[in-house]
C-alpha cells in the first residue's frame, strides 16, 4: 500500500515507520518551507511494545520523502491524518478537493460530531481512529512508543470495505486493532480525559511535572468528576473509566497513577515525559459546554483564567 502521512509529527512518524517496516511505502506531506526544516532523515527514539521488553527500543536514523504538495493525479491509496483538534478544520479544507480515491484515516481525538469533523471528503472514504501511540518532538529526534492496540471505529453498524482494508492494514504489521461501535462517545469520553490532563499541566507547567505528582494526579480526577455532568447533558454514554472516576476518592486516585501507570520505569511515565503538545483548546471547547449548559464548573473556570494568561 502507498501511504501519505498528512504531517510529520510523532504519532504519523512513528506508525509511518511501524508500516515502512511492514512492506508499505510512506512518504510525508509538509506545508510550504518546511521539507528544508525537517531534512531527508528523522532520529527515532521510540519504545515499541509489539515486541518484548528486552527489544522495545529502537534507536534509529530513519530515512524519510517529504513534500510539500499534494498532486491532484496521486496515486496513495491511505491518507493519514493526525492533527490537533483545533487544526481539523483547515485540514479538511485543504484535503478536500486532492484525495482522490484514496481512504482518508482520521486518527485523532475530537470533541466534535465526527461526521461533520470529516464534511466535505466522503464518508464512505473515511475512516476513524485513535492512537496507541505517543511523544514528542525534540529537534529532529522523536522521543516516543507505540502501544500493541490500536483503536477504530465505526460510523455504520458493520464496518465498509474500506474500514476493513484498514483495519487488517494495522492488524498485519503486528498491531491489536480495538474496534468501537459507539466511537463517538468514545471519543468524547477520552477527549474529557484529556482535558483534565490539560487542565493539570496549565497549573504545573508540563506533563512530565503532573505524572510526577500525586497532587496533580489527583487534580485529574477532580477535574473529571466536574466535566461528567457535561457528558451526561450531552447524552453521552460514560465509559467504564470515567465512571470509575466519578466515584473514587481524588487522592486514592492520585496514589494508584502515580506508583502504577506513571510508575518511572513505565512506558507512560517516559511517553510524558517528552510531551511538549501545546495546552489548552481542549479545555477551552469543555468550558464553552459548561456555559452553554449552564453547570457551574469552578475548576474548569479558573484554568481558563491560565489559558487567558498564556
Known amino acids: 500500500m502507498k501511504i501519505l502521512f498528512f504531517g510529520r509529527g510523532a504519532i504519523g512518524t512513528q506508525y509511518a ?10 512518504e510525508f506531506y509538509v506545508r510550504e518551507g518546511r521539507k528544508a526544516q525537517y531534512g531527508s532523515h528523522v532520529n527515532l527514539e521510540i519504545l515499541d511494545a509489539r515486541r518484548g521488553k528486552k527489544d522495545r527500543l529502537v534507536k534509529e536514523k530513519w530515512p524519510i520523502v517529504i ?13 493519514f491524518v493526525s492533527v490537533n483538534p483545533e487544526q481539523i478544520t483547515s485540514s479538511v479544507e485543504y484535503l478536500a478537493p486532492r ?31 485513535f492512537p496507541g501511540c505517543g511523544g514528542g518532538c525534540e529537534g529532529n529526534t522523536i522521543y ?20 476493513i482494508e484498514i483495519h487488517k492494514l494495522f492488524a498485519d504489521a503486528g498491531f491489536k486493532v480495538a474496534l468501537h461501535r459507539d466511537f463517538q462517545s468514545w471519543l468524547m469520553n477520552h477527549f474529557v480525559s484529556n482535558a483534565a490532563m490539560e487542565m493539570e499541566v496549565l497549573k504545573s507547567g508540563s506533563f512530565e511535572k503532573v505524572s510526577m505528582s500525586k497532587e496533580a494526579l489527583a487534580g485529574v480526577n477532580s477535574n473529571t468528576k466536574e466535566m461528567i455532568p457535561i457528558l451526561k447533558a450531552k447524552g453521552v454514554r460514560l465509559d467504564t473509566l470515567t465512571k470509575a472516576m466519578g466515584v473514587l476518592p481524588p487522592r486514592a486516585v492520585g496514589s494508584l497513577m502515580k506508583n502504577l501507570v506513571f510508575s518511572p520505569n513505565s512506558m507512560p511515565f517516559a511517553l510524558m515525559k517528552h510531551n511538549h503538545y501545546k495546552v489548552g483548546a481542549a479545555v477551552q ?4 459546554e ?5 453547570i457551574q464548573a469552578p475548576r474548569l473556570f479558573e484554568a481558563e483564567r491560565l489559558i487567558t494568561q498564556k
Open 17 to 26: 515507520w511501524a508500516l515502512e517496516k511492514a512492506g508499505h511505502t510512506v
Open 67 to 79: 513534500h510539500e504538495d499534494i498532486p491532484s493525479n496521486h496515486n496513495y491509496d491511505l491518507i
Open 99 to 129: 484525495i482522490g480515491n484514496a481512504s482518508v484515516l482520521f486518527i485523532g481525538n475530537f470533541w466534535r460530531d465526527i461526521k461533520q469533523a470529516a464534511h466535505p471528503i466522503p464518508l464512505n472514504q473515511v475512516v476513524w481512529g
Open 144 to 163: 516516543g512508543g507505540l502501544y500493541k492496540t490500536i483503536n477504530f471505529g465505526l460510523f455504520e453498524s458493520e464496518p465498509s470495505a474500506r474500514d
Open 285 to 288: 471547547e469543555i468550558i464553552s
Open 290 to 294: 459548561a456555559r452553554k449548559y449552564n
